[in-house]
């Protein structure tokens, strides 16, 4: 089981936000880091906890290992505005998400 | 360019059956695993199921053994999802999903299957 928080966060562009993923259990860095925009598909943003997936801006950064994991944004730009999901997987193939943060400007 | 586009989608009554269907281009589809994800009205992902490349294993979630079969055609680029006794519970938007990096790298835009009479 996957718990996010918190589950919804106020910032203002050129903030740096911190979300946080824990597990129940460990889960090693089988972690990944989903953004998803209203009416869009999720996109994947870092993969096995501290990833970055090609093409995504270095502002965006993960940590963690075992049970606790965070996904950091530096300098907030407007279209970083949106829902993320952590998902595990270590339980394969029961691959699990977070139920999300939703990221709203202040 | 990595694309996969969803079709199939539509208004079912409860225990009725549904094919979705899902067109991959832009990478070789047979060399990666696929999945189907979906994400209900109260807006949480939850995994549904995944095959290999090879088309000769497949797992499911709990909520959806034995109701839903999940395949795919290489030579067609295409992976599909076969559902039969549809609940209201399995309302939902349906994605196709590739498996690369131990994470869901890219997704499709998604269909909406909605069970309601």
């Known amino acids: 089981q996957m718990t996010q928080s918190p589950s919804s966060l106020s910032a203002s562009v050129g903030d740096r936000v911190t979300i946080s993923c824990r597990a129940s259990?460990?889960?090693?860095?089988?972690l990944n880091w989903y953004q998803q925009k209203p009416g869009k598909a999720p996109k994947l943003l870092i993969y096995?906890?501290?990833s970055l997936l090609s093409g995504v801006p270095s502002r965006f950064s993960g940590s963690g290992s075992g049970t606790n994991f965070t996904l950091t944004i530096s300098d907030l730009h407007p279209e970083d505005f949106a829902n993320y999901f952590c998902?595990?997987?270590?339980?394969?193939?029961?691959?699990?998400f977070g139920q999300g943060t939703n990221l709203e400007m202040k | 360019e990595v694309v996969l586009v969803e079709s199939g989608g539509g208004v079912v009554q409860p225990g009725g059956s549904l094919r979705l269907s899902c067109e991959a281009s832009?990478?070789?589809?047979?060399?990666?695993?696929m999945n189907w994800v979906r994400q209900g009205p109260e807006k949480g992902l939850v995994w549904v199921a995944r095959?290999?490349?090879?088309?000769?294993?497949?797992d499911y979630a709990d909520s959806v053994k034995g109701r839903f079969t999940i395949s795919r055609d290489n030579a067609r680029n295409t992976l599909y999802l076969d559902m039969n006794s549809l609940r209201a519970e399995d309302t939902a938007v349906y994605y196709c999903?590739?498996?690369?990096?131990?994470?869901?790298?890219?997704w499709g835009q998604g269909t909406l299957v909605t069970v309601s009479s």
């Open positions: 999903v590739r498996w690369a990096h131990w994470a869901f790298d890219f």
């Open positions: 832009g990478f070789i589809f047979r060399s990666y695993w």
């Open positions: 095959i290999n490349s090879d088309a000769d294993m497949t």
């Open positions: 259990q460990s889960i090693r860095n089988l």
């Open positions: 096995t906890a501290s």
């Open positions: 998902q595990q997987s270590y339980s394969t193939p029961h691959y699990t």
